[in-house]
T-cell receptor, first 117, second 108 residues
Framework: GAGVSQTPSNKVTEKGKYVELRCDPI?????LYWYRQSLGQGPEFLIY????????DSGLPNDRFFAVRPEGSVSTLKIQRTERGDSAVYLC???????????????FGPGTRLLVL | AQRVTQPEKLLSVFKGAPVELKCNYS??????LFWYVQYSRQRLQLLLR??SRESIKGFTADLNKGETSFHLKKPFAQEEDSAMYYC??????????FGAGTRLFVKA
């Protein structure tokens, strides 16, 4: 079946603008994760959803970042008043149940490359 | 603080040579540890996890709690192993902490 998909693949915006990044998880996966990967770094955890609720949003850097998953499937990461430092690849992943404690496999999307000018 | 350190940004070996990608972690509890790989123009994917004690594509990784290490090893590197490798730690609660990655280049 189809893997995790993310749109757009690339997004160029100007400083101060609002952007939305979309993630379509694997069908039937209840857990969804957002990561941010800056140049030369590994993915950095942002937020984790179990179903519709954000079970852990401790990685969101500030209140300009917000994510939703209203129907427990598609998720949108929203960034307000973008800054140049927000430029990065934003990765989405999903897993079947969210059992990271027992090493459940996370399946990653291709990422959205965000560039803030 | 929970941290994963991969001391080498780039590792270059010849085909057929042994390879070891180093990973050290900082965590006070019993960690879940993983290696992820990203091949050129492909998405990030799980290579192996320590709880499974598995060997994938000839790679193995042993958890050494005394040295807080989880090095990835392969006895004979192949050109198709060239990729970006990330060591990762899950302290529980579904968060995964990644290292900065090591780019492995296997020369013919």
């Amino acid at each position: 079946g189809a893997g995790v998909s993310q749109t757009p693949s690339n997004k160029v915006t100007e400083k101060g603008k609002y952007v939305e990044l979309r993630c379509d998880p694997i069908s039937g996966h209840t857990a969804l994760y957002w990561y941010r990967q800056s140049l030369g770094q590994g993915p950095e955890f942002l937020i984790y959803f179990q179903g519709t609720g954000a079970a852990d949003d401790s990685g969101l850097p500030n209140d300009r970042f917000f994510a939703v998953r209203p129907e427990g499937s598609v998720s949108t990461l929203k960034i307000q008043r973008t800054e140049r430092g927000d430029s990065a690849v934003y990765l989405c992943a999903s897993s079947l149940t969210g059992g990271a404690r027992v090493g459940e496999t996370q399946y990653f999307g291709p990422g959205t490359r965000l560039l803030v000018l | 603080a929970q941290r994963v350190t991969q001391p080498e940004k780039l590792l270059s070996v010849f085909k057929g040579a042994p390879v070891e990608l180093k990973c050290n972690y900082s965590y006070s509890g019993s960690p879940e540890l993983f290696w992820y790989v990203q091949y050129s123009r492909q998405r990030l994917q799980l290579l192996l996890r320590h709880i499974s004690r598995e060997s994938i594509k000839g790679f193995t990784a042993d958890l050494n709690k005394g040295e807080t290490s989880f090095h990835l090893k392969k006895p004979f590197a192949q050109e198709e192993d060239s990729a970006m490798y990330y060591c990762a730690l899950s302290p529980g609660g579904f968060k995964t902490i990644f290292g900065a990655g090591t780019r492995l280049f296997v020369k013919a």
